[in-house]
């Protein structure tokens, strides 16, 4: 999983514009949580989802939480703080085709239709000033893969890839 994620994560970055326009009802965090809000704040409310490797923020998984995104069924959600702050929300859909069918739909309904930078994929991604959200399905037995993200802490988390990047190539 941790695979998936970092590779999707990847792509993300990549796929990217530089520029961010507004997409509709642009959320400002994901359920009831805004984007830079102290874990110490919802502390209570979250549960620590195993080990996390050196460099790579802390997932927890909301006590209680609400497993379907409009019609679809839910493997998990986890939740990122970077930095001690909430930044990222990360969905695993179940498996299935009427799962597949359920996210795409949710997504486009709340957001619109999204940026799809691969006619003949099922990614879509919506950028706006506040949140990027980046949504993945693929046909068969696979789950779909949503990051909703933090505009700004995704900003703040690829310049510090960059910086760390950068002192690496002297090592070459």
Known sequence: MRTISIAV???IWILLP?????FQNEPAGFRGIAWGTPLSAVQSQMRPLGATPAGQDQGYVRIGDNMTIG???L??????FHDGVFSEAFIVSQKGPSNTGAMIAAFTAQFGEGRRPHRLADD????????TI???CHSGPHPCLAFVQSTMALTRQNAEKAAVAARARRDF
């Open 9 to 11: 994560a990847a792509a």
């Open 18 to 22: 530089t520029g961010a326009i507004a």
């Open 71 to 73: 019609g679809a069924m």
């Open 75 to 80: 493997e998990k959600i986890l939740y990122k």
């Open 124 to 131: 879509y991604i919506w950028q706006g000033a506040q949140s």
């Open 134 to 136: 980046f949504l993945t």
